[in-house]
């Protein structure tokens, strides 16, 4: 237990997450500047400076294993780490000289790492734009789910990823989920099919935020609900692109 300053939780949601017991889970407590208190520190070197004014307010999904489909191993780790050996597999030949990162990586049991402080701008995107605003690093968090691009997600990934985003929605002004494959269509299609934003949905309970598969679309962006009242182009085309991906 801590005597970190806390917040009172709201409903309790974070408080039965289990974990690190500390009391205000909920609160900015469970943050040490941008480092979740219930992560995993796994600090990497992959990161630099957001831009100056740069408002957090998007969070972007991704998945990945090493190599593609095998979980559980020290890969990711090492990858981010910048000490992947790329000749142990035929796979990770192409990694080579990659230098990338994400804010977390979450594991099949649900086990959450932290490799870059939230405050920085980790390099998970790429060439990405949604809103019509580009580099979607520069405002986003980069969540890495262990799976594979298309195949399904265990149940402890989905309430971890629901805690995180509680979490980081106290301390940043995060308002949307997107995946990989929405900010950078025709180039990314993770975490893809396989990926039910509608059990993220269970997973965040009352949190408000908006989820990529939240239809319609119209529905969603009025100015009574809170949502940008203007459509831009950059969302036209995500949502056009990527609605018929959606499950069910
Ligand atoms: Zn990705």
């Not at 090493?66 to 191993?73: A, E, K, R, S």
Request: hydrophobic fraction near 35%.
């Amino acid at each position: 237990m801590s005597a970190a300053r806390t917040e009172p939780t709201r409903g309790g949601l974070e408080g039965s997450a289990g974990g690190g017991g500390m009391g205000g889970m909920g609160g900015m407590g469970c943050w040490r500047g941008g480092w979740w208190w219930h992560a995993r520190r796994r600090p990497c070197a992959n990161h630099g400076p957001r831009p100056g004014g740069a408002v957090v307010d998007l969070a972007i999904v991704h998945s990945i294993s090493l190599p593609p489909g095998i979980y559980g191993g020290p890969e990711i780790e090492q990858f981010f780490g910048n000490r992947l050996d790329c000749d142990a597999h035929p796979y990770f030949h192409a990694l080579k000289g990659v230098e990338v990162s994400a804010h977390f990586v979450i594991r099949r049991s649900g086990e959450v790492l932290q490799f870059v402080d939230c405050d920085r701008r980790a390099w998970h995107a790429g060439r990405s734009r949604w809103r019509g605003r580009d580099n979607c690093n520069d405002h986003s968090i980069g969540i890495e789910l262990e799976g594979l691009e298309g195949d399904t997600f265990e149940p402890p990934q989905y309430a971890a990823l629901g805690r995180l985003l509680r979490a980081l929605a106290r301390r940043y002004p995060l308002r949307e989920v997107v995946g990989h494959e929405h900010v950078a269509p025709g180039r990314k299609g993770d975490p893809g099919a396989g990926f039910v934003w509608r059990a993220l949905r269970a997973a965040l309970r009352r949190r408000r935020l908006w989820l990529i598969g939240d239809p319609p679309a119209k529905t969603r962006l009025t100015p009574r609900n809170r949502a940008p009242a203007r459509m831009d182009r950059g969302l036209r085309e995500a949502a056009r692109t990527t609605v018929g991906a959606l499950p069910g």
